[in-house]
């Protein structure tokens, strides 16, 4: 940008000219995606954008993190019944990322890479009992997010920042690993999956937080009506939002709110005024309620004033839970789902907004990952990345302001095995493993490629392609379905060049102690603090550590 601009600025002919010219190309009626190749020109010689910033006027961030929602989701991607207004105007406001990804299929290792800028390999958000199983962190596990990782709130507060999270935690429920102490100032909601409703003696009900203490319990003090798929629990976490944006805009005081809901993730629900009102039955109730709070926020920003000064950016934690077919979301074009290194297990429905800085209606298409959030809001709040460690985000800045992309890999991790990789359109999996025979044929017979098998590719067992990984080409075949010949022109030319990243990559990796091996049922939500205040501590069993079993 700053070339073209100096280009421009003593040329005021030329300027004039260009302008022009974008103005007619924004004029015809394209899509979005044509659009934004001609409005790129004229943002370019928009040149009060960088200033704003550059002055560390500190802006505020949002990040709106959905649990289990997938790509095909949203009616911007193309999902046919269009139950997404809210989220179709931000992106027609904002900036939108089909090529977007989280760093792990899976909620807890891709929420603790969001935090740190760091793969799961690296924060320890993995397990190594078996090789390439998915691991997190249900309310047993005895590890959880180490204190040596920086995680960029902790480095907002620095710069005098205020930090929310409303909703699931899910980086280890023990005290010393809570919201609290990793750089959050504020916290309404709960450390772990909503799952349950439980017996309060076997495994006790998951606690509900508000800041440091509990407020309650999920089916106890949180009506969650499985049955019915019925809460109010998404209403509660926009009024806290709104609530927190207020307060913030009122202060004038920097913030980031981190609102991580879990509507979307089984068991589903939605309150009474969304149930019943999707065409996709309770999983669209859960998708309409949370796009009418996105809705929300993004108005409360506009109506306290602080939209110009906030980045806001839309996305979810991992792929659709495609096992739950019609019970779950949709992951659009690719393959299979949540816990798998297919593309539908981690590309993301993304889209940025923030009114002063990025045009709308713009597509990017940098491949970018949860892990980018780290480096380009410490970058924008003028704060300097650790530089005693390998952060695995990359600043986002140009790609927002700039219309602008830069190559990077993508690292598909299971667990400890680096499963796949992809460098530019091209991706090669060196494993392909959807889940066992065991769980497949076996017991509740669970899919994670319905109706999606490929032969070869969706196998059910680890099949190590190290000496001929599988070659794709996601442009023409985002579904990876069409397996490249290892004798052909194109694989002989994109397999050096991804094995280069690759190398580079376990050159340098030094992995993280892991952190999801062991389980214990006395480290549960037996006595959560704040549990004394409201008489409802239950008995903690005697300390039994065991390796945990993770059979994905
Ligand atoms: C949700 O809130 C409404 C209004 O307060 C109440 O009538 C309803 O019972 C609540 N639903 C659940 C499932 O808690
Ligand atoms: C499935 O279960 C049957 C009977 O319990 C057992 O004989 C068989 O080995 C199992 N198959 C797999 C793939 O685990
Ligand atoms: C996978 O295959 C490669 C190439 O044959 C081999 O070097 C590697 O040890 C294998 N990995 C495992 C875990 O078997
Ligand atoms: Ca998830």
């Known amino acids: 940008m700053s070339q073209v601009r100096k280009a421009l600025d003593f040329s005021i002919p030329v300027l004039i000219i260009i302008v022009i010219l974008s103005m007619n190309r924004i004029t015809v009626g394209h899509t979005l995606a044509e659009k934004s190749r001609r409005t790129i020109h004229s943002f370019d010689i928009n040149d009060e954008n960088n200033n704003t910033i550059t002055k560390g006027s500190k802006p505020n961030f949002v990040i709106m993190l959905m649990d289990d929602m997938g790509w095909g989701d949203l009616g911007i991607f193309g999902e046919p019944n269009k139950e997404t207004p809210n989220l179709d105007k931000m992106a027609a406001d904002g900036m939108l990322f089909p090529d977007f990804y989280s760093a792990n299929p899976l909620c807890s290792p891709s929420r603790a890479a969001l935090l740190s800028g760091r793969l799961p390999i690296r924060n320890g958000f993995y397990t190594t009992n078996m090789p390439g199983r998915n691991a997190y962190t249900p309310q047993n596990v005895v590890g959880g997010i180490p204190d040596h990782e920086i995680l960029f709130p902790e480095l907002l507060q620095t710069k005098g920042y205020r930090n929310k999270i409303i909703g699931k935690w899910h980086l280890g429920q023990q005290p010393q690993f809570h919201p609290l102490k990793h750089g959050f100032d504020e916290w309404f909601g709960s450390p772990n999956c909503h799952f349950g409703p439980y017996d309060g003696k076997t495994i006790p009900n998951i606690p509900v937080y508000k800041d440091a203490d509990m407020v309650g319990r999920y089916f106890e003090d949180f ?100 096992y739950a077919k019609t019970n779950g979301g949709s992951n659009g074009p690719f393959l299979c789902g949540k816990l798998t290194t297919f593309e539908g297990g981690s590309r993301e429905p993304t889209i940025a907004w923030w009114p002063s800085q990025i045009r709308s209606g713009q597509v990017s298409f940098q491949t970018g990952s949860l892990m980018d959030f780290y480096s380009t809001f410490l970058d924008l709040a003028g704060i300097p990345p650790p530089t005693d460690r390998p952060i695995d985000g990359i600043n986002l800045r140009s790609a927002l302001l700039d219309g602008k992309t830069v190559d990077r890999p993508i690292f598909y991790y299971r667990g400890d095995l680096l499963m796949a990789a992809r460098v530019g359109k091209f991706k090669a999996h060196f494993w392909t493993w959807s889940n066992s025979w065991q769980e497949y044929q076996n017991g509740t017979g669970v899919d994670f490629c319905p109706g999606q098998d490929v032969l070869g590719v969706t196998t059910h067992e680890q099949v190590n392609r190290t000496l001929e990984p599988l070659l794709f080409a996601l442009g023409a075949d985002p579904g990876e379905k069409y397996v490249i010949r290892p004798s052909s022109e194109r694989y002989r030319k994109q397999m050096p060049l991804i094995m280069e990243a690759v190398n580079e990559h376990l050159a340098n990796l030094v992995p993280g102690a892991p952190q999801l091996n062991i389980c214990d049922d006395s480290v549960m939500n037996w006595a959560p603090q704040g549990c004394e205040k409201l008489g409802r501590c239950l008995p903690i069993p005697k300390s039994n550590p065991s390796k945990c079993d993770w059979p994905h």
Not at 261 to 280: C, E, I, M, N
């Open 223 to 322: 009506v969650i009506d499985v049955k019915a798929g019925e809460s109010n629990l998404t209403q509660m976490y926009i009024q806290e939002a709104v609530t927190f944006i207020e307060k913030q805009a009122k202060s004038g005081q920097p913030f980031f709110l981190y609102w991580a809901v879990d509507a979307t993730h089984q068991p589903l629900y939605a309150s009474a005024a969304f149930r019943g009102t999707s065409k996709r039955g309770l999983y669209g109730d859960a998708v309409r309620e949370l796009d009418y709070g996105v809705g929300q926020i993004l108005g409360a920003l506009k109506a306290y004033g602080v939209a110009d000064n906030t980045l806001a950016f839309f996305t979810s934690d991992n792929g659709a839970a495609t």
